[in-house]
């Protein structure tokens, strides 16, 4: 009986951990999605791919200024697109 006790509180906690990760990583990627919203000329499924890239790590736009994101996001698309017909990339 203890056991059972036991297992359930593991499973629980472990749920609560879960969803507090799950909840504080949609909120952060949340508010770049935001501000990326205002100042960047995307498209909703680019913004959001982007803001996760930011919000893990992954990219990182180190200018301030307003355009530098979305001109940059579709300068690398472009490349993207264009190695990737070369088989280069």
């Known amino acids: 009986m203890f056991k059972r006790v036991l297992q359930a509180a593991v499973v629980g906690i472990v749920l609560l951990t879960v969803a507090t990760a799950a909840g ?41 200024r307003t355009g530098s994101l979305g001109c940059r996001n579709r300068v690398s698309r472009r490349h993207e697109r264009l190695f990737s017909r070369r088989g280069i990339g």
């Open 24 to 64: 504080y990583f949609g909120m952060r990627v949340g508010r770049k999605f935001a501000l990326n919203q205002l100042c960047c000329a995307m498209s909703q499924r680019q913004n959001f791919k982007v803001s996760v890239r930011e919000t893990l790590g992954l990219v990182k736009f180190p200018s301030n």
